[in-house]
Nanobody, 126 residues
Framework: QVQLVESGGGLVQAGDFLRLSCTGS????????MGWFRQAPGQEREFVGC????????LYADSVKGRFTISRDHSKETVYLHMHSLKPDDTAVYYC???????????????????WGQGTQVTVSS
């Protein structure tokens, strides 16, 4: 089983940059697509982005497209979420997740992921 741990969250101002990390342990996550989701208070968990197993392709939610990018470092078993031009609406707990299947597809539905981290809080002040 893979265990996922997110880090890098914090309190920033609007317009700032923040990088989140998601590190895996146990079974390798390098053969799986990896997703990022977020959940604001009182709202459902929503898709942010997904990167394929080798980092060559990615899919993003419209709300973050052009501001957020995902990369991964296989040597560190780590996936990153680079968040530029942060807005107060980006305030949420951010979760990384491992895809259920080890193929080359990109996923965005919660049900397509079977392992989740504990989340890291991102707060953007105006």
């Amino acid at each position: 089983q893979v265990q996922l741990v997110e880090s890098g969250g914090g309190l920033v101002q609007a317009g700032d940059f923040l990088r989140l990390s998601c590190t895996g342990s146990g079974r390798t996550l390098n053969v799986f697509s990896m997703g990022w989701f977020r959940q604001a208070p009182g709202q459902e968990r929503e898709f942010v982005g997904c990167v394929n197993w080798n980092g060559a392709s990615a899919l993003y939610a419209d709300s973050v497209k052009g501001r957020f990018t995902i990369s991964r470092d296989h040597s560190k078993e780590t996936v990153y979420l680079h968040m530029h031009s942060l807005k107060p609406d980006d305030t949420a707990v951010y979760y990384c997740a491992k895809s259920r299947l080890n193929d080359d597809n990109l996923y965005r539905a919660i049900g397509d992921f079977d392992t989740w981290g504990q989340g890291t809080q991102v707060t953007v002040s105006s």
